[in-house]
């Protein structure tokens, strides 16, 4: 496919890519990729850790925790679906009613007019 005219860029040449810079940067990102797991290591250990102690200050309070951020996420999903839902159902209420109109006005019309 031609490349129109307002397309003045170009692909750097593959020295570029191999350059000392771009090779800074992907240290960089791998380095930020590494600590992002790191951290969401820790995130989950010190959640465990937690639990744990709730655990032993209030017998089973992990497990009533779990119960209830699983109906707390099940009405989340149900609201969500029901909004979406509703969504469509504007959606379509309203592209009947672009359609219908030009029928209902005629049939209006008819209708004022016989009586």
């Known amino acids: 496919m031609p490349k129109s005219e307002a397309y003045t860029a170009t692909d750097p040449p593959f020295s570029e890519l191999n350059s000392p810079a771009s090779a800074e940067i992907k240290q960089l990102i791998d380095s930020l990729e590494e600590s992002h797991r790191l951290r969401s290591k820790m995130v989950n250990l010190e959640t465990w850790a937690l639990a744990e102690t709730m655990d032993h200050f209030l017998p089973g309070f992990w497990s009533r925790f779990l119960e209830n951020r699983r109906i707390a996420l099940k009405q989340f999903l149900e609201q969500k679906r029901a909004a979406k839902s509703q969504v469509a159902a504007n959606a379509q209420s309203l592209d009947g009613s672009v359609i219908n ?14 009586s």
């Open 101 to 114: 109109s030009p029928q209902q006005n005629s049939s209006s019309m008819q209708k004022q007019t016989e």
